[in-house]
């Protein structure tokens, strides 16, 4: 049994690494966003204020502002999707 648990986390590192380590370089570089977030209060600030003004733009100019941000996220996932699977 212990080898199993052994197998089993060691083909989970493998999956996180990927196979340029891409997964733990975002996880990386989110973790010291939101570390560096929280240590600057000015940041944290001007940063939550950016959000909330985007916010109330989003809700100002319902349904049609959301029905664009759906376009924008789908042509993004598929501008992804798509670089993703050339050839390199």
């Known amino acids: 049994m212990p080898y ?3 197998y ?5 590192r493998a999956g996180w690494r990927g196979q340029d380590g891409r997964m733990i370089r975002a996880l990386g ?3 010291m966003g939101v570390l560096f977030l929280s240590i600057s ?23 049609f502002s959301y029905i664009g941000l ?4 789908v042509l ?8 993703g699977a050339q050839p390199q």
């Open 41 to 63: 209060p000015k940041l944290r600030e001007d940063v939550l204020g950016y959000l909330n003004t985007g916010v109330n733009s989003l809700t100002a100019y319902a349904p």
């Open 76 to 83: 993004l996932f598929l501008f992804s999707v798509h670089r």
């Open 70 to 73: 759906g376009v924008v996220v």
């Open 29 to 31: 570089l989110s973790g």
């Open 8 to 12: 089993y986390t060691a083909s989970i």
């Open 4 to 6: 199993l648990v052994h």
